[in-house]
């Protein structure tokens, strides 16, 4: 039976700059072209949002800061896209202290009306770091292959832990291939994860960021475009195994028609 409730899914890594947003963006656009307006994308980097930006969303009229100060429910800070993309988008201008706040409770109503939420966090550990993570069913950790974010990646899997959040996969970001990076394999060893994507460093990302398209519709045919693809593909399978989709529709199959029969004098033996 098909379970009736969005999957809420986390980008998370405690070292920025290692490409969540972008991450979250691209897998969002990717996902609503199979999932159109069925997949939303939640800025929850609540003191540094930049969610929307990569959207084209400059200046929204309604943003996640409203919801979290109770002056609008969560439904009525939805922003759409023509690319059957939605988003939640923060404030750019966004400048007070932050109180504790119940991301699982603001987001549940997003379920009913949509099979995939997915969160974009802010860096490092702070309150609506904390909440944000609470708030999710599975997490991507996104991870970069240098040392620092390596480190980073190793935080966020101990505090997912903590918290009892499972990690999906990781997804390794503006991958280089120089030699100062640390070996994809080596990564891999280290984390002991699955690597759901390898997105490559590719100037047609920060391009697309500029013009406010995410790069799998800006650049469909990029290096990273195709990657984004690809990690879409495999949250779509996943998202088919937790019974959270109906499963792909088989095609039916067509009904053979005899060959006409030839009938030529055959004896009884021949027959059986
Ligand atoms: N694959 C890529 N190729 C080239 N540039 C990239 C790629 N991915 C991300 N970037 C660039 O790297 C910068 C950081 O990316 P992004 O904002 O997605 O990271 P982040 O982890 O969300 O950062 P923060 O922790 O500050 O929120 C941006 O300028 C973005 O355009
Ligand atoms: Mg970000």
């Given at each position: 039976?098909?379970?009736?409730?969005g999957l809420i899914l986390?980008?998370?890594?405690?070292?920025?700059?290692?490409?969540?947003?972008?991450?979250?963006?691209?897998?969002?656009?990717?996902?609503?072209?199979?999932?159109?307006?069925?997949?939303?994308?939640?800025?929850?980097?609540?003191?540094?949002?930049?969610?929307?930006?990569?959207?084209?969303?400059?200046?929204?009229?309604?943003?996640?800061?409203?919801?979290?100060?109770?002056?609008?429910?969560?439904?009525?800070?939805?922003?759409?896209?023509?690319?059957?993309?939605?988003?939640?988008?923060?404030?750019?201008?966004?400048?007070?202290?932050?109180?504790?706040?119940?991301?699982?409770?603001?987001?549940?109503?997003?379920?009913?009306?949509?099979?995939v939420?997915?969160?974009?966090?802010?860096?490092?550990?702070?309150?609506?770091?904390?909440?944000?993570?609470?708030?999710?069913d599975?997490?991507?950790?996104?991870?970069?292959?240098?040392?620092?974010?390596?480190?980073?990646?190793?935080?966020?899997?101990?505090?997912?832990?903590?918290?009892?959040?499972?990690?999906?996969?990781?997804?390794?970001?503006?991958?280089?291939?120089?030699?100062?990076?640390?070996?994809?394999?080596?990564?891999?060893?280290?984390?002991?994860?699955?690597?759901?994507?390898?997105?490559?460093?590719?100037?047609?990302?920060?391009?697309?960021?500029?013009?406010?398209?995410?790069?799998?519709?800006?650049?469909?045919?990029?290096?990273?475009?195709?990657?984004?693809?690809?990690?879409?593909?495999?949250?779509?399978?996943?998202m088919?195994?937790?019974?959270r989709?109906?499963?792909?529709?088989?095609?039916?199959?067509?009904?053979?028609?005899?060959?006409?029969?030839?009938?030529?004098?055959?004896?009884?033996?021949?027959?059986?």
């Amino acid at each position: 039976m098909r379970v009736k409730r969005g999957l809420i899914l986390g980008v998370f890594s405690a070292k920025g700059g290692v490409g969540k947003t972008t991450t979250v963006a691209n897998l969002g656009a990717a996902l609503a072209q199979k999932l159109k307006d069925r997949v939303i994308i939640v800025e929850t980097n609540m003191t540094a949002s930049n969610l929307g930006l990569h959207l084209g969303i400059l200046d929204p009229p309604v943003v996640i800061q409203d919801v979290v100060f109770g002056r609008i429910k969560v439904t009525e800070a939805i922003s759409t896209t023509d690319y059957g993309l939605h988003v939640i988008p923060g404030s750019v201008a966004f400048m007070a202290e932050l109180g504790s706040m119940d991301l699982s409770g603001i987001l549940e109503e997003l379920r009913k009306k949509y099979d995939v939420i997915i969160l974009d966090s802010a860096p490092g550990f702070g309150l609506e770091v904390f909440a944000g993570m609470k708030a999710c069913d599975e997490l991507l950790i996104c991870c970069q292959p240098r040392v620092p974010a390596i480190a980073g990646t190793l935080q966020t899997f101990r505090a997912a832990d903590r918290l009892k959040i499972p990690v999906f996969g990781v997804v390794l970001s503006r991958v280089t291939g120089k030699r100062f990076e640390i070996p994809l394999s080596d990564i891999k060893r280290t984390l002991d994860w699955p690597t759901m994507a390898v997105i490559p460093e590719d100037d047609m990302v920060p391009e697309s960021v500029t013009r406010g398209i995410p790069v799998v519709l800006h650049a469909p045919n990029s290096p990273a475009a195709v990657e984004y693809r690809k990690l879409a593909q495999a949250v779509l399978v996943h998202m088919r195994a937790c019974k959270r989709i109906a499963p792909r529709r088989k095609l039916k199959a067509r009904k053979r028609i005899a060959p006409r029969r030839k009938f030529a004098k055959v004896g009884i033996g021949e027959l059986r």
